[in-house]
């Protein structure tokens, strides 16, 4: 479905106005598609009932009912703020074109996927997602609390559905120019209130909430005290300035945090102005460093590992600790290194069976851009969290996944950095001397105290989680090099941090990073190094032929005979595997010439099940089983040289009878074999049952002359190819 306006836009579209542009042809296939009722007598017009009726679709309440790939696809456009630029149509989104959930036309940059307002504020919170943004914290309102919301920014009373309504207080939150422009016009009573919220985290409680705007009446209720709805705090709240949360807190969004924030820039440039004096005074280089590597690397090495079907690696699990330490083993890496790229790559949908696919991300993104999808991953928050003991998200009960205020310390080591660390070496104690000078680090440290009480478990000071941040998480992104981490220098100042040029491209506003045109090549007949200009779906697609390799700096994957010959035996055409290895780099003279032969067919066999093999070496005596009507029915026609199979079902007990009647005896290691099932009296000799009813025995005798009497081997033994030895 394509609107008629095919001009592009960065900016979400409202549901309503995305289907009054729809060609009156796919509007009203749509409304056959879903069984839509329109009542033409109604004062409102289609497209406005359609929007009522698809906003109730049970795919955006419940987006698990989608299938795993159209899932994170739609997870991906709603994280692209409701509009996804891809190259071409991916196969997941016609679920979702479909249903009426997402539109695509064309723009200038290729084909834009449309994901409404609506639809986003009634989708349910998804790993990876900003758990103080602006849509998550609007998803989990009260009806009566969005409907305030929307009314403010409607000028009018909002009616259900209440998604609809709060449409344009999406546009204005989201955006930061009229965000400013709204926190200017603010009376100086709720500024300096948004201003005091802000700088102890950004979250209260009610009882704070009252002492900071100085409310003398206090309203309890079962929860607790009650704010006015007269007060300073619920001019706030009506603007979607300060959010409640049940049962007690009110968050500021982060969005709005942001803007709030920039005021308070140069209240801190008295201290800072000498913390940069120091920096800037001396040389602070180490003796020894660890300089950061690109996560790239790891991150594809793991996407590429975790497609071996024998793993078992569930969503909205916990990545299994067995599986990482298997990782970190096969790598060389630290298991909280592995623990942390893990939980960021499944964030970022790299683990998904989607990410094979080149028209989305992430399969459509270069393997250069990988690192920044990381972290970004991580800056956002909601897979991976410092303040807890493990730093996982998904390892928490779904009750407890509960976000931290470990946003505002990651954003304080930042500004840190950028501001204290471009291209030089900075103590660590400058650093954390920056994010104590901060006025919201009291605040935040309180909010991480109380978030560990309702968690269970101790709650760590802001020090150490911003060290954490430092040393553990920019690190392993690839942001900061470590100098002196081991502390065997003799400089007291301590260890070192420098932000790299790669950790600047991702910190700065526009990607000013200039782009690698390292492209994949061949380094012999085997290993093929990944350049950083491949395609992520192109390079994940080698995982079931390929075996990888070093991950250190870049990927190398080896393309062996065996990988080769697995994929074939797997169902993998020749071609397919050497246009999917074509897609990265040429394919060498060897290469080319394995594909060749291990695609030529010089024969077939054909499997055939059977419980045994019957030697016969007399061919009269093999003529006669396989042809009387007694036996025929019991063996393989044609079957090899020197013996018989035997059909599959057949049991030895039955073959023997049979056999036996011809004349023939079967041996089974070195014994004739008697049968159970012959009645009394119609057996060769005195073969009787004896007075306790208990079946006889075998008889042991000299097993006849091979020449004349046949042997079979026992059923468990067997697993035999027709055509012979």
């Not at 009203?28 to 009932?49: F, N």
């Not at 300096?192 to 009882?207: C, F, P, Q, W, Y």
């Not at 941040?469 to 070192?496: N, Y």
Request: contains cysteine; charged residues 25%.
């Amino acid at each position: 479905m394509s609107p008629k306006d095919p001009s592009s836009s960065s900016a979400a579209i409202r549901l309503v106005d995305v289907l009054r542009q729809l060609p009156d042809r796919e509007l009203d296939s749509l409304i056959e598609r879903l069984k839509i009722k329109v009542d033409e007598a109604k004062r409102i017009d289609v497209p406005s009932q359609v929007a009522r009726s698809l906003i109730q679709l049970p795919e955006l309440r419940d987006p698990n009912v989608l299938p795993g790939p159209t899932r994170e696809l739609l997870h991906r456009i709603a994280e692209a703020r409701g509009v996804l630029v891809t190259p071409s149509l991916p196969a997941a989104v016609e679920p979702l074109i479909a249903r009426g959930v997402v539109f695509a036309r064309n723009g200038t940059r290729g084909i834009e996927l449309l994901l409404p307002i609506a639809h986003m504020l009634v989708m349910r919170s998804w790993e990876g997602e900003d758990p103080r943004g602006v849509r998550a914290l609007l998803h989990q309102l009260g009806q009566d609390v969005a409907a305030t919301i929307a009314g403010h920014y409607l000028g009018r009373p909002a009616t259900p559905p209440v998604a609809l309504c709060l449409e344009p207080a999406w546009e204005v939150l989201t955006s930061a120019e009229q965000l400013r422009r709204e926190v200017e016009e603010l009376a100086p009573l709720e500024r300096k209130l948004l201003t005091a919220i802000e700088r102890v985290g950004g979250e209260v409680d009610t009882e704070e909430l009252l002492d900071l705007e100085r409310e003398p009446m206090r309203l309890r209720g079962a929860s607790g005290a009650t704010p006015s709805r007269r007060g300073v705090g619920f001019a706030l709240e009506r603007r979607g300035f300060l959010v409640p949360v049940h049962p007690n807190r009110h968050v500021i969004p982060s969005e709005i945090a942001a803007v709030v924030g920039a005021q308070r820039q140069a209240e801190r440039e008295a201290h800072r102005h000498q913390i940069r004096s120091f920096v800037l005074g001396e040389d602070h280089a180490p003796h020894r460093a660890r300089f950061a590597e690109d996560p790239a690397a790891l991150g594809l090495a793991m996407a590429l590992g975790a497609r071996d079907p024998s793993l078992d690696v569930r969503p909205g699990v916990g990545t299994p600790r067995s599986l990482i330490a298997k990782f970190a083993a096969r790598f060389g890496r630290d298991p909280e290194v592995v623990g942390f790229i893990a939980a960021l790559s499944r964030a970022v949908g790299l683990w998904d069976p989607s990410a094979v696919g080149l028209a989305a991300p992430p399969g459509a993104l270069d393997v250069q851009d990988l690192g920044r999808a990381l972290f970004d991953a991580w800056r956002r928050g909601g897979a991976w969290d410092e303040a807890r003991p493990d730093g996982e998200v998904l390892r928490a009960p779904p009750e407890l996944r509960e976000t931290s205020a470990v946003g505002v310390l990651r954003e304080l080591v930042l500004d840190a950095l950028q501001e204290l660390g471009d291209g030089r070496w900075v103590p660590w104690e400058a650093i954390a001397g920056y994010v104590r000078s901060d006025a919201r680090t009291p605040g935040v440290g309180r909010l991480i105290e109380r978030w560990a009480q309702r968690g269970g478990f101790e709650a760590i000071q802001s020090g150490e989680i911003a060290r954490r941040i430092a040393f553990e998480s920019l690190h392993a992104l690839g942001v900061v090099d470590i100098g002196d981490a081991d502390g065997e220098s003799a400089d007291p100042i301590g260890p070192t941090l420098r932000i790299t040029p790669r950790g600047r491209s991702y910190l700065c506003e526009a990607d000013e990073s200039r782009r690698a045109s390292e492209s994949s090549r061949f380094l012999d007949n085997q290993a093929i190094r990944v350049g950083k200009s491949a395609k992520i779906g192109s390079v994940i697609a080698l995982a079931p032929f390929t075996e990888i390799g070093g991950v250190s700096g870049a990927l190398d994957l080896h393309v062996t005979p065996q990988g080769i010959a697995h994929a074939l035996s797997a169902g993998f055409e020749a071609d397919v595997i050497r246009a999917r290895i074509e897609q990265l780099a040429p394919l060498p003279d060897p290469i080319a010439r394995l594909l060749t032969q291990a695609s030529a067919v010089v024969g077939r066999g054909e499997f055939v099940a059977t419980v045994g093999f019957l030697w016969v070496d007399d061919p009269e005596v093999r003529e006669l089983l396989r042809t009387r009507r007694q036996t025929a029915d019991l063996f393989i026609d044609p079957s090899p040289p020197a013996g018989l199979l035997v059909v599959a079902g057949a049991d030895l007990d039955r073959v023997a009878r049979r056999c036996r009647t011809l004349g023939v005896e079967i041996v089974v290691e070195g014994e004739v074999y008697r049968t159970r099932s012959v009645p009394p009296g119609r057996g060769s000799g005195a073969r009787r049952l004896d007075s306790s009813g208990t079946l006889p025995a075998l008889r042991n005798s000299r097993p006849p002359s091979s020449s004349r009497t046949p042997a079979v081997r026992p059923p468990s033994s067997s697993t035999l190819k027709r055509g012979g030895e």
